[in-house]
């Protein structure tokens, strides 16, 4: 790569035009157990996490699909790419096919890669940026960017969770590492940076934007250069032309292939894009704002509240390696933009940024290289290479110290919601046993649910459908309601419906979370054909709720109400409201407020919100006032199971068993499996 001449050498410095001095033997051997400490260490941390992504256990069911012969879908039949990771899908296939256990590989692989990154960070430090012929001050500048992403948290947490994220994060460092190596040395050897690239691209989609940006910088380098020395010849190398021969085989070893795997996407899918795309992404402001809140969690969190994002603009300030410090400033920054235009991620802590994090890293090492080259006098290095351990092992502290409870209490949630998704999963399979068939289920949480159940996945957020990602039909009172915390806004409620699936389950329970679900109250199909039933797994100690499809027979034994003159849709939101403000015993009287202005503008047939009035009197040993809600939400609607459940107790207790009994009869009608 070319570079800006210096018109005065220092004695800090040395020219990119040449290679860092060989290391003596001693300070090759400190390199190498530097290196194997380091990433034991990273082990160590990665596992202290140890958990399983439920998004993972959508990769994982299409590799099982893949390797027992039903294609490359999620549900057998229907040809939709719900995945954003090709080749890790095809390399967990072959693990599957060799008879490992691909879903601990993927943890394995994860953390491998991860480790591989590191490793090449530590390349592009040692190779890419060589600082002077002193080779300790090299030994400790190659190191900082390691530490840094080392102690970092999302880095660790991402490397073991099963998903493709490690893989991509080496590959796209990988790549970067050796277009700056190819163009550092302009040889003409066959330009392999931009195969990985395409591995990287084949990986997740944002490979493409990795490479479109590369492109970019290969344009702004070789418009301004003039004439090229390769460093080991000292021979000019004609370079300067655009469209020369090395550059346009780099093109098409990226474009042919490429081009291929696009073609076969749109034969196979129907589409040139992910599904997920079309999904998850808007072009709304509610979008943008999602995004920019995104990145200035990232620019908090990880860049010291945004100083370290500033901090590496000090780059441009270089004279020796400015085109190499540019091309990492554009992809981090382009990338950042990118990821604020699509809205961020749903899934924490910063996912998105994982892969960029080399580069963000490497350039803030080098900012840090900047400022003390700049005030280092020859006969004070010592002294200034332990202010930058001492500042390096500070920050690096700062960022493990300040996430580490946050990013541990994260994998424990997500291994607890797998818990529960694999436990309901196994309780839908044997459902579908028992009853001979294939059962179709609505959810809003589809990974380890549907992985354990095999069933036909309606996935209601449009990542696995092809309907809902296409023609979403969202509802303008639900979607514009803020700080609901689910990102994925597009739904249509009348599609999932029209599907008339068997059960439709909530990742919280009876409570409408997400936009799709709370979209579904408004609907009087929903009110009128599905109730809460709920199942008991004893082995676990394990209840939970799911939406169980009527029978044509019970739907017509269902007194009919005359509609509200005051409805609105946006009751649904004071329930979730009034749900969430139970949780706190300090608050109860505040919710059962927000569930009577619920019940003041909700469907006449919607008896839920007495039940729940029911449940907090009754936690405040109010049992006649219970008793009166109680009452009132079976007499709206018979299939409000836990209200008969608690009447029964209630009956019991006024020494009246006829009435327990029948109430009991009620909840064994209505969930079987409750009392199991």
């Not at 439920?54 to 012969?69: H, L, P, W």
Request: aromatic share 18%; net charge positive; glycine share 6%.
């Amino acid at each position: 790569m070319p570079s800006k001449k210096t018109t005065k050498k220092t004695s800090h410095t040395k020219s990119s035009k040449h290679q860092p001095a060989r290391k003596p033997l001693n300070l090759l051997f400190l390199t190498y157990v530097t290196l194997i400490a380091l990433g034991i260490i990273f082990i160590y941390y990665c596992l202290a996490f140890n958990f399983v992504q439920d998004d993972s256990y959508i990769t994982f069911r299409y590799v099982k699909n893949f390797t027992e012969g039903n294609g490359l879908v999620f549900n057998i039949g229907e040809k939709v790419e719900g995945y954003t990771c090709f080749l890790w899908v095809i390399l967990l296939s072959f693990i599957k096919l060799i008879g490992v256990n691909f879903i601990s590989a993927s943890q394995t692989l994860g953390i491998i890669f991860s480790l591989l990154t590191l490793f090449v960070v530590y390349r592009i430090s040692h190779d890419i940026f060589p600082k002077q012929e002193e080779p300790y001050y090299n030994f400790t500048f190659n190191f900082i960017a390691v530490l840094l992403i080392l102690s970092n948290g999302a880095f660790s947490y991402w490397s073991v969770s099963g998903m493709e994220t490690g893989l991509f994060s080496f590959l796209t460092t990988l790549g970067i590492y050796m277009y700056l190596r190819e163009n550092k040395l302009h040889e003409n050897k066959l330009p392999l940076s931009a195969f990985v690239f395409l591995l990287a691209s084949l990986t997740r989609p944002e490979g493409n934007l990795i490479f479109a940006v590369t492109v970019l910088h290969k344009i702004i380098s070789t418009l301004k250069s003039k004439k090229n020395i390769n460093p080991e010849t000292n021979i000019p190398v004609s370079s300067h032309k655009l469209l020369n021969r090395n550059n346009i085989l780099w093109l098409m070893i990226y474009i042919i292939p490429g081009l291929v795997f696009m073609l076969w996407r749109y034969s196979y899918y129907g589409y040139w894009l992910p599904n997920t795309f079309y999904a998850k992404t808007g072009t709304t402001l509610e979008y943008f704002s999602t995004g920019l809140d995104y990145f200035l969690e990232f620019a908090k969190v990880y860049g010291i509240y945004g100083v370290l994002i500033i901090f590496t603009l000090l780059n441009l300030y270089s004279r020796d390696y400015f085109y190499e410090y540019l091309y990492l400033i554009l992809l981090f920054f382009i990338f950042s933009i990118y990821v604020i235009l699509i809205g961020g991620d749903v899934l924490r802590p910063g996912r998105f940024f994982v892969p960029l994090m080399p580069v963000f890293y490497i350039l803030v090492q080098e900012a840090f290289h900047q400022i003390f080259a700049y005030f280092e006098k020859q006969a004070a290095i010592k002294s200034f290479l332990l202010i930058a351990v001492i500042v390096t092992l500070a920050l690096g502290y700062y960022t493990y110290k300040d996430q580490f409870e946050q990013i541990k209490r994260y994998s424990e949630l997500e291994n607890g919601l797998v818990d529960k998704m694999k436990i309901s999963g196994t309780w839908l399979k044997n459902k579908s046993n028992a009853e001979g068939k294939t059962l179709t289920v609505a959810a809003t949480t589809i990974g380890a649910v549907s992985y354990y159940s095999e069933a036909d996945i309606i996935d209601m957020l449009g990542l696995t459908d092809r309907v809902i990602a296409h023609n979403p039909k969202p509802i303008e009172e639900i979607s514009s309601k803020e700080g609901i915390g689910w990102k994925e806004r597009n739904y249509n409620i009348d599609y999932v419906l029209s599907r008339k699936p068997d059960y439709i389950y909530f990742s919280t329970g009876v409570k409408p979370s997400a936009y799709a679900e709370r979209g579904l109250f408004t609907s009087e199909e929903f009110l009128k054909y599905y109730y809460p039933t709920y199942f008991t797994i004893k082995e676990y100690g394990f209840t939970d709720c799911i939406y169980k499809r009527k029978t044509d027979d019970e739907v017509k034994n269902t007194p009919q109400y005359p509609p509200n003159p005051n409805y609105k849709k946006t009751f649904v939101n004071l329930y979730n409201q009034a749900m969430n403000t139970s949780h706190d015993k300090s608050k109860y009287g505040e919710a059962i407020n927000l569930y009577k202005q619920a019940l003041e503008i909700a469907p006449g047939n919607f008896g839920a919100p007495y039940e729940m009035i029911g449940n907090l009197f009754m936690q405040t040993k109010n049992n006649d006032k219970a008793f009166e809600n109680y009452k009132k939400a079976v007499e709206i609607d018979d299939f409000c199971v836990m209200a008969h459940y608690y009447l029964s107790q209630l009956y019991l207790q006024k020494g009246d068993t006829a009435e327990a009994k029948l109430n009991m009869g009620k909840v064994q009608k209505y969930s079987p499996d409750l009392l199991k």
